[in-house]
């Protein structure tokens, strides 16, 4: 039966080309790092929430094992890294349709000084990466004596 | 669009039928519309569906006739995925099979017996 086995409706077109002009605009490279659009949603992938104790940034990473990410502080930034390594092979398995594909996620934050960098921590659950930056004081400007030499 | 295509499983777009299939009960959420592929094997169809954010256990999996509905609430209670697939007549949504893990649901849909590919021996 040559019937094209998925039928790709005019709404998915539409994606498509806002897809496409997002690529154009953004250099084929999304706005999370990843190749075009990926999720149609961008406001779902990334979040910023603030407590009067911490930060908390989040990120979707569905489908990258916990071992693909990392996080690190180091001179006063942090860094985020994750890869999705593609899907298991699922044995006699033909595509039919893709949506999801596999991507890289790279971030580099400069850290203000009223994040307590050493308090910074991070969880991965259900393919959602959380870092919680806990806020500090901001340090106290401090009068460096001028000392005048005769 | 000729029957004969309709037939066939169709990948849709929530705008489509925003009005009748949109969750009713959870309230302020926003719903957003998870990323899926489709593999086929003799056996029948693989499913994922990328649902960060949503415990495994919070993830609903429906079948209503040929419809497919996949939703799940994402743990902040304010954001939740939700899908809908019509799925072709030779698959048994009665025997879905689904597992999560990393944000992505897995669902295996068999064939009917009766769809699977079949070897006659010639004697």
Do not use: C
Not at chain 2, 103 to 115: C, F, I, R, W, Y
């Amino acid at each position: 039966m040559l019937v094209p086995w998925f039928d790709v409706d005019a709404a998915f077109a539409e994606m498509n080309n806002l897809s496409k002009q997002m690529d154009a605009l953004l250099g084929n490279r999304g706005l999370d790092g990843r190749h075009g659009l990926r999720s149609f949603d961008l406001q779902t992938n990334e979040a910023l929430t603030e407590t009067e104790e911490a930060w908390s940034w989040s990120v979707d990473l569905p489908g990258v094992r916990k071992d693909s990410v990392s996080v690190t502080v180091e001179n006063g930034q942090l860094i985020v890294r994750a890869k999705h390594e593609g899907n298991p092979h699922i044995e006699g398995a033909t595509p039919r349709y893709l949506e999801r594909r596999a991507y890289e996620v790279s971030r580099d934050f400069a850290l203000p000084d009223t994040v307590d960098a050493e308090g910074i921590s991070a969880a991965y659950e259900h393919g959602v990466l959380t870092v919680r930056l806990p806020k500090r004081e901001r340090p106290k400007p401090r009068q460096i004596e001028i000392q005048v030499r005769s | 669009m000729n029957t004969e295509t309709q037939q066939n499983l169709q990948v849709r777009s929530d705008n489509e039928d925003k009005a009748t299939t949109r969750p009713q009960s959870a309230q302020n959420v926003r719903w957003f519309r998870p990323a899926v592929d489709v593999l086929e094997r003799a056996e029948g169809l693989v499913l994922l569906f990328d649902l960060p954010g949503v415990e495994p256990k919070q993830i609903e999996v429906q079948t209503e006739e040929s419809r497919l509905t996949v939703k799940g609430v994402r743990t902040d209670g304010e954001r939740g995925w939700h899908r809908v697939l019509t799925m072709p007549p030779a698959y048994n949504l009665a025997g879905i099979e689904a597992k999560a893990e990393n944000g992505v649901l897995v669902l295996t849909v068999p064939k009917h017996e009766a769809a699977r590919p079949r070897r006659i021996e010639v004697r």
